[in-house]
């Protein structure tokens, strides 16, 4: 007889709630790709390890943007600070609309950059890993920019908010 017992089907509503009691920042993940902005938020993202370095972004297989980002030789991360909070909205549009009125910029590798943001990483793909209903991500970490006097945005509870020192 098995200690363990069958696992409980939770639902979708109830697991969005219980894994929103974590706070996360939120990122830009894109590149430029022939001249033109691509990218997607995304609130999974994680440091993996330090040697080598290595960061995670967790996808949706519903995602359109990302199955053209992981084709790219370099990738930017972008970490949001508390003050680029109305990018949220503009960069959650459809992909065509996203940066539309969000200005970006490019790093030293190519990569695409939010200007302001916390932290900045220009990555490549290292591998990734089908996870039920997303690919995990990992890319490694070529180089990086932080600015230490910047407050991050958090996402709690599905709402945005900034961190008090």
């Given amino acids: 007889m098995s200690l363990l017992s069958a696992p409980t089907r939770l639902s979708a509503q109830e697991l969005r709630r219980a894994f929103g009691a974590f706070p996360t920042g939120v990122t830009l993940v894109g590149a430029v790709i022939e001249g033109e902005p691509v990218g997607v938020l995304a609130s999974s993202f994680t440091s993996v390890s330090l040697d080598p370095a290595l960061v995670s972004v967790a996808f949706a297989h519903t995602s359109s943007t990302w199955p053209v980002l992981a084709t790219r030789d370099v990738l930017g991360i972008s970490v949001l600070s508390a003050h680029q909070g109305e990018h949220v909205a503009r960069l959650s549009r459809p992909p065509r609309e996203r940066f539309d009125t969000v200005t970006v910029g490019r790093g030293n590798h190519g990569e695409l950059m939010l200007p302001g943001a916390v932290a900045t990483f220009a990555v490549r793909p290292y591998q990734q890993v089908e996870a039920g209903d997303h690919t995990v991500a990992f890319l490694e ?8 006097d910047l407050p991050p945005l958090v996402v709690h509870r599905s709402g945005l908010h900034r961190l008090t020192t």
């Fill in 141 to 148: 970490v070529l180089d990086m920019r932080w600015q230490e």
